[in-house]
């Protein structure tokens, strides 16, 4: 089979596991699964999940940050975020191990959803791990690398372009980051049906597109180097939005089409 052959579509696993949790920070995984329960209680969490490189065993320490996710039995309200930001900013502070937490807040009525199911519920049965609760992706199907899981997961960039300009206008801090991963991503979602699999590495990801779109590899690894140093100049962040951020939203509408809108 040649590079670009169309392979078999083969199963996407769940990527993370907690026995893969490096010793560093299993206390903060401790501690985040004691304060969500107590702080959230049963009448409000059906279940609550880590993503990201902690469970995947990836983290470094002092670098790293801490991802969560809570499906509450509810639609979040004020109580559920102010909850959720204060217990972000105590595990921030006593675990020097992580550079940040953020907690994400969805009710189990989305994340079971129709409108979801190849987005969300990708996400929380392939990309999470269970941390207290019973787990939805029970509730979930079996995911493989279909345009349709490409278009719903990442084929809503051109949407997000106009605020990270706004964002860059201010001097956001956290926009380097952000931007950074989701260009990514989102080249790798852009190949993910043609390359047959799924990684969350972002330097595999950036090999992988490269493979397919040689013509703009340096744009992306450009884009990776601002990943692994946040401190991206303004100049460069805005060529990223402009030529590369431009191109492949323009890229992704003709290969795998739009991402269904959300209200």
């Known amino acids: ?25 299993a206390p903060v995984v401790a501690a985040a699964r004691t304060r969500i329960a107590s702080t959230f209680g049963p009448e409000r969490l059906h279940s609550a999940y880590i ?28 109580k559920e975020r102010a909850d959720a930001r204060t217990l972000e900013i105590d595990l921030d502070r006593y675990f020097p191990q992580i550079d940040g937490a953020g907690i994400l807040l969805f009710s189990t009525r989305t994340l079971l959803s129709d409108l979801e199911r190849h987005d ?28 349709l899981l490409a278009r719903e997961t990442n084929g809503d960039l051109g949407l997000v372009l106009p605020e990270w300009r706004r964002r860059l206008a201010v001097n956001d801090p956290a926009l380097s980051r ?15 049906p043609r390359w047959g699999s799924w990684t969350s590495d972002l330097e595999r990801s950036t090999d992988i597109f490269a493979g397919y779109y040689p013509d703009h590899a340096g744009q992306m690894r ?24 431009e191109w492949l939203a323009a890229e992704y509408t003709r290969v795998h089409g739009t991402k269904t809108p959300r209200t």
């Not at 590079?3 to 920070?25: K, Q, S, W, Y």
């Not at 787990?135 to 690398?145: G, I, N, R, S, W």
């Not at 952000?178 to 993910?192: C, H, K, N, P």
């Not at 450009?222 to 951020?245: K, S, Y």
């Open 1 to 25: 089979m040649g590079r670009h052959a169309m392979p078999e579509p083969t199963r996407i696993p769940r990527e993370g596991n907690l026995e893969g949790v490096p010793a560093d920070f």
């Open 51 to 78: 993503y990201g490189s902690i469970p995947r065993g990836t983290a470094t320490p002092g670098v790293s940050d801490l991802d969560l996710m809570l499906a509450l039995r509810e639609e979040p309200g004020e």
């Open 120 to 147: 969300l519920g990708f996400f929380t049965a392939c990309l999470c791990t269970p941390l207290v609760g019973d787990d939805l992706a029970e509730q979930l199907p079996a995911y493989f690398p279909t345009s």
């Open 178 to 192: 952000v931007l950074a991963r989701r260009l990514i991503r989102t080249g790798f979602t852009l190949v993910m």
């Open 222 to 245: 450009d884009a990776l180097r601002v990943a692994r140093n946040p401190a991206g100049d303004h100049t460069t962040l805005l060529t990223l939005i402009d030529e590369l951020g």
